[in-house]
């Protein structure tokens, strides 16, 4: 056989640092391969955390929003009508724009669903805007325990004081998880 034959008896075969350049192809699509996976594991996990927080925050809501009366609120006597939570939300939309009521809006939901009975119970906090103590409404009406209306005027009062607005309030909830 000669040197010719030799080469093209063997040509077939690959040297060294191809078979080292090929095993570290795999190696390299094998490690690719298992970072995409854990990467997409992440990601079911990261969606499924979402998904359990989102329904909690749906119960939440559901626990703290108040049943409506089926009686139609044109049939109600006037002087009750103004003591309810819609009396209430209007009587913030009147004192703010629309970006303000917004924010106080996702505020209030976040706190008591837009109860005005909303109690917690660990921290005594109560109401639309969870007073700490409840009491402290007292200075906006008598009646702060049963009016939204009163709530809502002592919490716009307590937020002007502290946050300046109620974008300032709902921005530092969403920081803080309180106000």
Known sequence: M??????????????PNALQQQANA????HHKAQVEAAAQSKAAA??????????????S?????PQHSTRSASRRPLHS???????AKALARTRLSTTQYNCLDSLIRR????????ANPSSGAYG???????????????DWRTN?????KWGLSYIKSRYGTPCGAWNFWTKNGWY
């Open 2 to 15: 000669t040197n010719l034959d030799l080469v093209l008896s063997t040509s077939h075969l690959k040297t």
């Open 26 to 29: 795999q190696v390299a699509a």
């Open 46 to 59: 990261a969606k499924r955390k979402a998904q359990v927080q989102a329904a909690a925050r749906r119960a």
């Open 61 to 65: 809501a559901r626990k703290h929003t």
């Open 81 to 87: 009508r103004a003591a309810t939570v819609p009396g």
């Open 111 to 118: 706190e008591s669903g837009w109860n005005h009975r909303a």
């Open 128 to 142: 639309l805007m969870q007073a700490l103590p409840g009491s402290k409404m007292s200075s906006a009406g008598a």
């Open 148 to 152: 939204p209306r009163t709530q809502i």
